[in-house]
């Protein structure tokens, strides 16, 4: 499976974003995905996830009523991030990843078995 994530850019605090991830798969819908991000200096940590059809979701705390993610099964393979209330605290590298299907979304790291490029998100004060 290959994913492309995208949506990426500079925004003012207090603005929004919404990152897409397309993945290659014709099995879309069967995999968990998820979202991540790594700031400079830290460890790649936590964001959403989604799990597959009926789309369960989870959320780390920092994020919660910030973030939403969602996918889109029917028509494109692709999983979303959106980013409102954006802070500062929340500029980092975005990564998509997706875990084999049979399991459940996560919130480990070590759980998912694809992983996107990576996209910039710079939040300014």
């Known amino acids: 499976v290959q994913l492309q994530a995208s949506g990426g850019g500079l925004v003012q605090a207090g603005g929004s974003l919404r990152l897409s991830c397309a993945a290659s798969t014709r099995t879309f819908s069967t995999y968990p995905m998820g979202w991540f991000r790594q700031a400079p200096g830290k460890e790649r940590e936590f964001v959403a996830a989604?799990?597959?059809?009926?789309?369960?979701?989870?959320y780390a705390d920092s994020v919660k009523g910030r973030f939403t993610i969602s996918r889109d099964n029917a028509r494109n393979a692709v999983v979303y991030l959106q980013m409102n209330s954006l802070k500062p605290e929340d500029t980092a590298v975005y990564y998509c990843?997706?875990?084999?299907?049979?399991?459940?979304?996560?919130?480990?790291?070590?759980?998912?078995?694809?992983w996107g490029q990576g996209t910039l998100v710079t939040v300014s004060s």
């Open positions: 990843a997706a875990r084999r299907p049979g399991y459940s979304a996560s919130y480990s790291l070590a759980d998912y078995d694809y």
């Open positions: 989604i799990n597959w059809i009926g789309g369960a979701t989870l």
